[in-house]
């Protein structure tokens, strides 16, 4: 059974850093592209970043270019999101999601992990 | 990075169908076949409904059928029951980027 758990969401302030992780089981984690998809309180989604399987393609959303980091640790099954510069706009419960192989649908989500900057 | 157009609210009575749009660009939806269909109960995290424009995965039911023309994409479901009611997200993949649709929520009368 594929399981995605998210950990790492807490408060910060404006201006700080938080790590997120995803811990990945019941498949060959380094096969497939992961992203990081984050939902403000009350909105839609909004995608924020992807890593492909061997971490050779990255991407990120314009509103979080130059701030934030997405990483993997296929040896771990681990998806990792580093957050600098938080602003209050980036509170949000932070899901990541496999891809379905070969694909950018997102076939399998984690359960979320809130992240709230304020001061 | 533009959002995808959806209209914000949709309703249908038990049994009917319902189509819900979802528009983008010809740099996203109308440039690919990568689009996706997402539901979701509140509290809850999204379940995969469509992906690339008409295709289910293990498990959705036949209720659910996604098309394309040009830019547009839509999600038909048919034979409404109360458990479709949720918010439903659109998908498309563009270059560099993944965009998502602002989302509907889908009401059974």
């Known amino acids: 059974e594929v399981q995605l758990v998210e950990s790492g969401g807490g408060l910060v302030q404006p201006g700080g850093s938080l790590r997120l992780s995803c811990a990945a089981s019941?498949?060959?984690?380094?096969?497939?592209?992961m992203n990081w998809v984050r939902q403000a309180p009350g909105k839609g989604l909004e995608w924020v970043s992807y890593?492909?399987?061997?971490?050779?393609?990255?991407y990120y959303a314009d509103s979080v270019k130059g701030r934030f980091r997405i990483s993997r640790d296929n040896a771990k099954n681990s998806l990792y999101l580093q957050m600098n510069g938080l602003r209050a706009e980036d509170t949000a419960v932070y899901y990541c999601a496999r891809d379905l192989y070969g694909d950018y649908a997102h076939e399998y989500w984690g359960q979320g992990t809130l992240v709230t900057v304020s001061s | 990075q533009s959002a995808l157009t959806q209209p914000p609210s949709a309703s249908g009575s038990p049994g009917q169908s319902v189509t819900i749009s979802c528009t983008g660009t010809?740099?996203?939806?109308?440039?690919?076949?990568?689009v996706s269909w997402y539901q979701q109960h509140p509290g809850k995290a999204p379940k995969l409904l469509i992906y690339?424009?008409?295709k289910r995965p293990s498990g959705v039911p036949d209720r659910f059928s996604g098309s394309k023309s040009g830019n547009t994409a839509s999600l038909t479901v048919s034979g409404l029951q109360a458990e479709d009611e949720a918010d439903y997200y659109c998908s498309s993949y563009a270059v560099n980027d993944n965009r998502f649709g602002g989302g509907t929520k889908l009401t059974v009368l």
């Open positions: 010809s740099s996203d939806v109308g440039a690919y076949n990568y």
């Open positions: 690339e424009v008409t």
């Open positions: 890593i492909s399987g061997g971490s050779s393609t990255i």
């Open positions: 019941g498949f060959t984690f380094s096969t497939y592209s």
